[in-house]
């Protein structure tokens, strides 16, 4: 049954809409008729898939390699930055004097760095020092073709793989420090008296910890990390600076070749905002249906 409170619209809200349905509208009636811009939008499918004619198949353009790379990129460095962010957040709330002055320092240096220069310092020093130095890319080249393929599916070719690391660790180390604050503040709501029932049964404190703490605390802050999901897929547009062919990089790149400048960042805003608001709105709903009590 529908609660009559949610069907109820404040003045506020109204005038929100009719403000932001103004601003659509004056800007596309702005862009046809002041600046006689010619809106092309016809064109804007065949840069997702186009149709090859000596196979007759549809491939993936432009657009749809840019989206995966991005997919790709934000699992990746989501997936690190939670190891890290574990590993740092216990550390920071139940770990030694030194463990704690380690992810402390960890956190508050990485926290007051912009992500760009991150990116950047990573791209030169990593990239090109380390990366270049193990020939990833070229043992990559030399492998099976299924190999290939595989890496491929889940990273990307031999030509980006160097930046790609790259651009993975340091949004992983990025994001690592706020699932640090996450876990650490996790575990630290934990009471208690749920440690002491724990020893009360016989468990010691590391069995406790694991057994019955980290549990709880993966259950109140599961919903965050998700969040931090969904804010990593948006930190990722930042490494088009070091030429990482995901989403922005793409759109940047159509831009200059087809001069479509607002039918490109149109349709890349609208991708960011369909993957995010789709991730955020099933974050929501879990959130609710399964909030604890």
């Known amino acids: ?11 506020i809200d109204i005038a929100a809409i009719a403000f932001i349905v103004a601003a659509i509208f004056l800007f596309f009636s702005r862009m046809s008729h002041v600046l006689e811009y010619k809106w092309e939008w016809d064109v804007i499918p065949s840069y997702f898939f186009y149709l090859d004619n000596v196979t007759g198949k549809f491939k993936a353009n432009i657009l749809a390699k840019g989206f995966a790379i991005t997919v790709k990129l934000s699992i990746w460095a989501t997936l690190l930055g939670c190891f ?18 380690i992810s402390r320092t960890y956190v508050e240096t990485i926290r007051n760095i912009p992500s760009l220069v991150l990116v950047i310092i990573f791209y030169y020093f990593v990239s090109s020092q380390f990366l270049d ?12 073709k299924i190999f290939q ?13 160097n930046a790609f690391i790259s651009a993975v ?6 994001e690592g420090a706020y699932v640090s604050e996450i876990v650490r503040g996790g575990i630290i709501s934990i009471p208690k008296g749920q440690w002491e029932a724990s020893m009360s049964i016989g468990l010691n404190r590391q069995k406790a910890f694991l057994l019955v ?4 605390t993966f259950r109140k802050v ?39 400048t607002f039918e490109i960042w149109i349709t890349i805003t609208l991708l960011y905002f369909i993957l995010t608001f789709s991730l955020s709105s099933s974050v929501a709903f879990l959130e609710k249906k399964y909030a604890i009590k």
């Open 222 to 260: 599961a919903f965050p990390l998700a969040g931090q999901f969904i804010s990593t897929i948006k930190d990722s547009a930042i490494v088009s600076v070091i030429s990482i062919q995901e989403l922005t990089f793409q759109g940047m790149e159509l831009m200059a070749a087809t001069f479509l």
């Open 84 to 101: 890290l962010g574990i590993v740092s957040g216990v550390m920071g709330a139940k770990g030694s004097f030194e463990q704690r002055f």
């Open 1 to 11: 049954m529908l609660n009559n409170k949610s069907l109820k619209f404040t003045f």
């Open 149 to 161: 393929q595989i890496a491929g599916l889940l990273l990307t070719g031999p030509d980006q793989i």
């Open 213 to 216: 703490i980290l549990p709880q």
């Open 169 to 174: 660790i340091a949004l992983g180390i990025y």
């Open 133 to 144: 130095a193990l020939n990833i890319d070229s043992w990559l080249r030399s492998s099976p």
